[in-house]
Structure formats: structure tokens, C-alpha cells
């Protein structure tokens, strides 16, 4: 049986590309869904994941940011390059005996900070924004806190842990 560590080394050496399509492939679940909810997309099945991606007209140059987890769930927080176009991303995982079960893919657009809130941010390096980004950054955008309360969320599903919000 596998434990949280040995699924982390598998999908660190996934994000690093060092599995082949074959290996890729063998790292799913024969049943994985993959959902991505800004298109309302769903791919069930590691055989239709890999037809899709075999299909795929141009795949994108993706940089892991950073990852977090542990045990079944791991949340990677990156940046996609399709040709120019920026992407933040992050991606939800669920493993089961060692396969990804699940995956949960959340893509946001890049945009400009409203000038009204300047005094109070600053700004992230340009790099971070167009080039190669490091990997303890921070992300401007919102996807990360979403990310975060997705994994709370199915790490408690049956609701024993209520977040408060207050001011």
C-alpha cells in the first residue's frame, strides 16, 4: 500500500516530465475523472485522457510553482504557456492505492490590479508574471485560495470542519 510520500514522488516526477506517455498513462486510474470547470469539461477514463491528449494541437509549457498535500490529496499550483497565452493554474489530485482517482483543473487569465488598491499590494516581479516563475511565490490571483478550500473541503466532506469568516 502506498502512503502520502510515495504519492508526492510520483507526481513530483510526473510535473518534472520524467514519465514517458506509457508511465503517464499507468499513473492514472483506469476510472479517473478530470474535471475542468471553467470549460465544463469532464474526461473520464485514463483511455480517453490519453486520446485527448494525443489529439492535443499544442501542448502547453507548464511551470510547477509549487505543491502541497499530503496523503490522497495534493494541490500543484503552476503556470501554463499555450504559445504566449498565460494561464494560472491549479490543479487538485486525489490518489487511490497509488493511482490519480481524481483531478481537478482550475485555469484563471492573468489580469491588472485595479489602480484603487495599490497602496495597500505590491506588485509581483515581472518575471513571475511572463517568465520562468519560483517556486516559493505567491500567486496574485484568487485560484490559490480556491484551490486551498477545495482541498479543506474534501479532506472534511462530511462537513466536521465549518470555516468562519469574519471581520
Known amino acids: 500500500m502506498m502512503d502520502g510520500q510515495d504519492n508526492r514522488l510520483l507526481l513530483e516526477r510526473y510535473l518534472a516530465a520524467l514519465l514517458d506517455a506509457e508511465q503517464e498513462y499507468a499513473l492514472r486510474h483506469e476510472d479517473v475523472v478530470i474535471d475542468m470547470p471553467q470549460s465544463g469539461e469532464r474526461i473520464r477514463g485514463r483511455d480517453h485522457m490519453k486520446a485527448m491528449q494525443e489529439a492535443y494541437p499544442g501542448p502547453p509549457t507548464i511551470t510547477v510553482r509549487r505543491v502541497v498535500g499530503s496523503g490522497d490529496v495534493w494541490v500543484v499550483e503552476g503556470r501554463s504557456d499555450y504559445g504566449g497565452r498565460i494561464y494560472h493554474i491549479a490543479n487538485i489530485l486525489e490518489f487511490r492505492e497509488g493511482k490519480i482517482i481524481r483531478e481537478t483543473r482550475y485555469y484563471a487569465d492573468p489580469f491588472e490590479a485595479p489602480a484603487w488598491r495599490a497602496q495597500w499590494v505590491e506588485p509581483i516581479e ?28 474534501s479532506l472534511f466532506p462530511t462537513g466536521q470542519f465549518v470555516p468562519s469568516f469574519t471581520r
Not at 513571475?128 to 479543506?152: C, D, K, N, P, Y
Open 126 to 153: 515581472e518575471e513571475s508574471r511572463t517568465g520562468e516563475m519560483a517556486s516559493e511565490e505567491r500567486s496574485s490571483t484568487g485560484i490559490w485560495f480556491l484551490a486551498l478550500f477545495m482541498l479543506i473541503f
